[in-house]
Nanobody
Framework: QIQLVESGGGVVQAGGSLRLSCTGSGRAFSTYTVAWFRQSPGKEREFVAVLRWSGVADPARGRFFIARDNAKNAVYLQMSNLQPEDTAIYYC???????????????WGRGTQVTVSS
């Protein structure tokens, strides 16, 4: 089990960019699959991006890019061309396996708010 903390959220105008950070505790951080999810009020938690065991980014979200720096125990979500519909609380999560379903992830951060104005 590890602890995760998100940061980097804020308020941006449509078309802007943000980089979110997820910092994990412990030397075992590099052995976990880390993914980003988001959730808006009244909606279910939605998968955003994930780095697989190989370190290759999942292409599911074209405007977002995920990368990790194990030396810093950090995973980043680079978001570009943000739109109002991207407004949500963004969470990072970790598991020992591989997958995009939220229920597979065993450790979660508390989230960071991203607000995109029109």
């Amino acid at each position: 089990q590890i602890q995760l903390v998100e940061s980097g959220g804020g308020v941006v105008q449509a078309g802007g960019s943000l980089r979110l950070s997820c910092t994990g505790s412990g030397r075992a951080f590099s052995t976990y699959t880390v993914a980003w999810f988001r959730q808006s009020p009244g909606k279910e938690r939605e998968f955003v991006a994930v780095l697989r065991w190989s370190g290759v980014a999942d292409p599911a979200r074209g405007r977002f890019f995920i990368a990790r720096d194990n030396a810093k125990n950090a995973v980043y979500l680079q978001m570009s061309n943000l739109q109002p519909e991207d407004t949500a609380i963004y969470y990072c999560a970790a598991q020992k396996g591989v997958g995009v379903r939220p229920e597979k992830y065993t450790d979660w951060g508390r989230g960071t708010q991203v607000t995109v104005s029109s």
